[in-house]
């Protein structure tokens, strides 16, 4: 099993949509969650952090955390043609208190395509 | 500088060959990582450093594999006796302390091992 699942897609959805994007984790003592977009031939940018259980939104983004279950999402909200990009899904391993933090372990990534 | 600086930023080298890739993080970053990613691939953790020291070496795929760090600041990975399945882009990112996991990433070296 893989530390960091995802599908690699692609997902192709229709601009304006709702483009959801998922992840699963093995670790259940991971602390922190994170999603990145990379735009072909680019680096990856972080996009979204999420540390507790529950919703958090940023302008058209959602990330949804549920530690039981060990999954994360990220949520597009009224999709354009510019979030087309590979989506990464990052967890920390390590904990965040006492100056010390893990490796962060990435996903295979979603590509998503969000058509005009 | 203002962002992580890789280099170079493209690398062609035969098969046996040794290599080094540098990294000079963002000014005041502590924590320095090395990803490899294969085309069409995810990131693969390679190597962590907090400061100079590597609380997690285990990534490196193999002994040929080898990074350091010194004054906090600039990073060399080194690969020896070259391989082809090598191949890859070398990412480096850093962090500000503690590690947050908002890593800032380099615009990587392609590696192309002939």
């Known amino acids: 099993q893989k530390e960091v699942e995802q599908n690699s897609g692609p997902l192709s959805v229709p601009e304006g949509a709702i483009a959801s994007l998922n992840c699963t984790y093995s670790?259940?003592?991971?602390?922190?969650f994170f999603w990145y977009r990379q735009y072909s031939g680019k680096s990856p940018e972080l996009i979204m952090s999420i540390y507790s259980n529950g919703d958090k939104e940023d302008g058209r983004f959602t990330a949804q955390l549920n530690k039981a279950s060990q999954y994360v999402s990220l949520l597009i909200r009224d999709s354009q043609p510019s979030d087309s990009a590979t989506y990464l899904c990052a967890v920390n391993r390590g904990a965040l208190i006492n100056n010390q933090g893990g490796k962060l372990i990435f996903g295979q990534g979603t590509e998503l395509s969000v058509k005009p | 500088g203002a962002g992580v600086s890789q280099s170079p930023s493209n690398k062609v080298t035969e098969k046996g060959k040794d290599v080094e890739l540098r990294c000079d993080p963002i000014?005041?970053?502590?924590?320095l990582y090395w990803y490899r990613q294969s085309l069409g691939q995810g990131l693969e953790f390679l190597i962590y450093f907090q400061g100079n020291s590597a609380p997690d070496k285990s990534g490196l795929p193999s002994d040929r594999f080898s990074a350091e760090r010194t004054g906090g600041s600039v990073s060399t990975l080194t690969i020896q006796r070259t391989q082809q399945e090598d191949s890859a882009v070398y990412l480096c990112?850093?962090?500000?302390?503690?590690?947050?996991?908002?890593?800032?990433f380099g615009e990587g070296s392609r590696l192309t091992v002939l």
């Open positions: 670790d259940r003592g991971s602390q922190s």
């Open positions: 000014s005041g970053h502590t924590a």
């Open positions: 990112a850093s962090s500000l302390p503690p590690p947050t996991g908002e890593l800032f």
